[in-house]
Nanobody, 116 residues
């Protein structure tokens, strides 16, 4: 079965950096675009970044452009989200997502807290 397992979250000071990972299994990872979403307390889930199956095109939410970078390693079945210059408003649970054969799959998420 499809599994997405995120890691790399934690507490970081404003201006700091974190790198999130999403380890995928149960499907042919290299065939599918991957996305990162986030959900802050009391707010709706927000699409953060998307990467194509080959990794040759990416898109970002305006709020993270120039600070976050999505990437993938198809040999390792893993997607990444490099987050730089973090701000308190980036505090959220970050979740990995893939849509496969008409079904949505979500990881359980990893918590990122940006605070001094």
């Amino acid at each position: 079965q499809v599994q997405l397992v995120e890691s790399g979250g934690g507490l970081v000071q404003p201006g700091g950096s974190l790198r999130l990972s999403c380890a995928a299994s149960g499907f042919t990872f290299s065939w599918f675009p991957m996305s990162w979403y986030r959900q802050a307390p009391g707010k709706e889930r927000e699409l953060v970044a998307v990467i194509t199956a080959a990794g040759d095109n990416t898109n970002y939410a305006d709020s993270v452009k120039g600070r976050f970078t999505i990437s993938r390693d198809n040999a390792k079945n893993t997607a990444y989200l490099q987050m730089n210059n973090l701000k308190p408003e980036d505090t959220a649970v970050y979740v990995c997502y893939v849509r496969r054969r008409g079904m949505d799959y979500w990881g359980k998420g990893t918590l990122v807290t940006v605070s001094s």
